[in-house]
């Protein structure tokens, strides 16, 4: 029997946008596949790097980061800037772990874009079945 490989992802999305695009792609019944476990933060820059680099640890094949839709629209103003930043210095971290930056993705998706965010989670679950399970 050949099963599918099937990624643990698990998504930090910000409560202003890509969390509510992730609530209307739910009530548009857009789907998107079941491995993507959403987790709301206040603002994307709110994620401290230890929360990624302990969803590895803890099982995640990769970790998805949805932030305002673009730097400038940011419900904090300098939020997604930080979060850019941040996500630079975490695929280096990531790199040095032994860990490919690919299972780290950065996406700015606003509350309007529920189909986006179906995109986005479609497309990156794909993205990591083709890297395989992550070696722990």
């Known amino acids: 029997m050949n099963e599918q490989y099937e990624p643990k992802?698990?998504?930090?999305?910000?409560k202003w946008c890509a969390s509510a695009g992730a609530d209307l792609a739910g009530v548009s019944r857009l789907k998107y596949p079941p491995n993507v476990v959403p987790?709301?933060?206040?603002c994307s820059s709110r994620i401290d790097p230890q929360f990624i680099m302990d969803a590895f640890e803890k099982g995640a094949d990769g970790v998805l980061i949805g932030g305002c839709h673009t730097p400038n629209d940011c419900?904090?103003?300098?939020?997604?800037?930080?979060?850019?930043?941040r996500h630079l210095m975490l695929?280096?971290?990531?790199e040095?772990?032994?860990i490919?930056?690919?299972?780290?993705?950065?996406?700015?998706i606003s509350a309007t874009e529920g189909r986006k965010l179906?995109?986005?989670?479609?497309?990156f679950v794909e993205e990591i079945q083709k890297l395989g399970p992550l070696k722990r």
Do not use: D, P
């Not at 987790?39 to 206040?42: F, I, Q, S």
């Not at 179906?118 to 497309?123: K, S």
């Open 96 to 98: 040095e772990a032994g």
């Open 39 to 42: 987790m709301r933060v206040l």
């Open 91 to 94: 695929q280096k971290m990531l």
């Open 118 to 123: 179906a995109q986005v989670a479609t497309e």
């Open 9 to 14: 992802i698990v998504a930090f999305l910000c």
């Open 100 to 108: 490919e930056s690919e299972r780290l993705r950065l996406e700015w």
């Open 75 to 85: 419900h904090y103003i300098t939020g997604n800037f930080k979060a850019y930043k």
